[in-house]
Structure formats: structure tokens, C-alpha cells
């Protein structure tokens, strides 16, 4: 896990202090992978003990935890090659690698949960994933209601409560209006589920949980003066909720499993909480008592009981 996204976990219980330790490594990132603890106490004008503590509050074992996942991190450089398409493809296998790898249980619990589902994008790429989020999530009659703009949101923002949901994407996570919306939801413990990109911001740590994504930027052929020409691949937004669908899909075939299955061992506890119905009813075969006593016995194979025929 990266440290900006131990950050966004962890933002609601850093104090001044603390914000203070990570603005300095945030903007000397690469001195602070080898820098010792008292140098770092001493730039930030703190103890190293309130180093020590602030590596805790991050659920590290310490600085040197901290400094280890800081040398782990690779840094975020644009890719210049002259072979794109190679960059692109390893770009995409890479991010599908990662993507595939999360969790995404917390995110399809607050969509499988929600009376209503609303949606806000901060820009056109954003609003363009959320188009994507709307078809995807249609076909199990999850249905999400896109707010256009800001008056729209303080009209509905009354009506909402606390079996509601709202999915905000945003690439900064630092937009003035995704984060005014965002204090707004807080004060009144609204679901919140964000999708930024990956480093410390604003609406990430306001966010019930956050998806991340990690866009990068190729190179397409240098342009007079020796400039580089440049896009940007927003792909990961995409792979990122296609996942996460087929992801929510499993989660919520997993609950009706379980349902199931609790629904049988509730039957099997019946017919084990009064055996003597079928040994006071003549009617009933044996055989019948007996296979009841087996399915009760393969479901609950750990609980001792015996069965009168």
C-alpha cells in the first residue's frame, strides 16, 4: 500500500502536527527516503518521539516502517520512449494486475445497502466514467441518479439519510466543489464512496471509502523545439469500475449463499430441537426420519446430537 493512500485512511485522526511531518515528506519525498529520524524531526521542528508516534497513528511499527515504504514507492515519471504502444500495453497490465487484486467488499456493501444512489463527476473524463458506473450497475437494477450541478445537490442534499449513497469522481480530490460537497455529506453521515487519484487529498479522507486510480502520461512524438507531446491515460477509471461491477456481482452471490445456506441450518436446528415428532407419528416412514437426520447431520456435522427414529 502506498503511503498516500495510508494517509487518505488515516486523515481523520492526524493532527496539525502531524499534517505538518507529511506536507515536508510530501514535498521532499525523495531526501526523505534516506534521511534519518532526527534529521526529519529536526526540518519538521518536532521530537522524534512525535516522528515515532506519527509512523503509529499510520498503523506502522515505526520510522522505519514509514522509511521503508517510502524507498518501496516508485516514482511517478512521465514515459518517454520511442515505442508507445510497448509503454502503453505494460502501463495496462500493470494497473490490471493491481486493480484485480483489491478488495472491493466495504464499496459493494454501501451500493448493495443503499436506498438511493446518487452520482457527481468534476469534469468530462469523470463524467464519462460515471455514464459507464450507470450502465454497468443497470443490469442488477441498481439505479444511480447523476447530480448535474450545485444547486441540484443542495435541493436534494435535505432529503438525504443515512441509507442513502453518494460516489463522487474526482481525478485532484481537491476541486472546491467536490470538497464542499463532500463537508456536507460528513456533517450529516451520508455514505460517501470517492474515486480519485492516488495521493493525499482532501476528498479521500472525507470519503467512507475511497478507489483509486493511478492515470500516467506517454509520449507521442516531440513537436518543434524538442518538446515532448504528451496524453494522458485515463484507462485506469475504466478498468477500475468494470472490476469493481464484476467484483459487487460476487459479493452479493456470495450473500445469497450464505442466506441460503443459514436458511437450511435454521430447518436442520428445527427438526433437531424436536425429534420426537417424527418418533410420535406412525405415518411417517423411516427412511424419511432418516435421511432428515442425515442432511442435518452433514450441515452440522460438528454439533453431537442424536436422532430417535
Not at 502531524?18 to 529520524?37: F, G, N, P, T
Not at 443497470?138 to 435541493?155: C, G, K, M, Q, T
Not at 492516488?198 to 492515470?215: C, E, F, G, Q, R
Not at 507521442?220 to 464484476?246: N, Q, R
Request: with cysteine; hydrophobic share 40%; net charge neutral.
Amino acid at each position: 500500500m502506498r503511503l498516500d493512500e495510508i494517509i487518505n485512511t488515516h486523515r481523520q485522526s492526524l493532527n496539525d502536527t502531524d499534517m505538518v511531518i507529511w506536507k515536508y515528506i510530501l514535498q521532499h519525498r525523495e531526501m526523505a527516503r534516506h534521511i534519518s529520524i532526527h534529521e526529519l524531526a529536526k526540518s519538521c521542528c518536532v521530537s522524534s518521539t512525535t516522528i515515532v508516534r506519527f509512523a503509529q497513528k499510520l498503523g506502522l511499527d515505526g520510522f522505519g516502517e514509514l522509511k521503508a515504504i517510502l524507498k518501496m514507492e516508485e516514482q511517478e515519471t512521465p514515459h518517454y520512449n520511442s515505442n508507445v504502444l510497448e509503454d502503453l500495453s505494460d502501463f495496462y497490465l500493470k494497473t490490471g494486475e493491481k486493480i484485480f487484486k483489491r478488495n472491493f467488499d466495504s464499496a459493494s456493501r454501501l451500493v448493495h445497502e443503499a436506498n438511493r444512489v446518487f452520482t457527481f463527476a468534476s469534469g468530462y473524463v469523470q463524467a464519462n466514467v460515471l455514464q459507464e458506473l450507470k450502465r454497468l450497475f443497470f443490469y442488477d437494477n441498481v439505479f444511480l441518479y447523476e447530480i448535474p450541478a450545485r444547486e441540484e445537490f443542495y435541493s436534494l442534499l435535505n432529503t438525504l439519510t443515512k441509507d442513502d449513497l453518494f460516489i463522487i469522481v474526482s481525478l485532484s480530490g481537491e476541486t472546491p466543489t467536490v470538497v464542499e460537497f463532500a463537508r456536507e455529506l460528513q456533517l450529516r453521515d451520508i455514505p460517501l464512496i470517492s474515486i480519485t487519484k492516488l495521493h493525499d487529498n482532501t476528498l479521500a479522507s472525507l470519503s467512507t471509502v475511497n478507489l483509486y486510480i493511478s492515470p500516467a502520461e506517454f509520449q507521442l512524438y516531440d513537436a518543434e523545439g524538442g518538446k515532448h507531446i504528451s496524453f494522458k491515460s485515463m484507462m485506469p477509471y475504466f478498468m477500475l469500475i468494470e472490476v469493481w461491477y464484476v467484483k459487487y456481482r460476487m459479493y452479493v452471490h456470495r450473500l445469497k449463499e450464505i442466506y441460503s445456506v443459514n436458511n437450511i441450518k435454521k430447518d436442520c436446528l428445527q427438526t433437531l430441537a424436536a425429534p420426537r415428532v417424527y418418533q410420535d407419528t406412525p405415518d411417517v416412514p423411516w427412511y424419511t426420519k432418516g435421511l432428515m437426520c442425515l442432511k442435518a447431520a452433514k450441515l452440522l456435522r460438528s454439533r453431537p446430537f442424536f436422532c430417535i427414529l
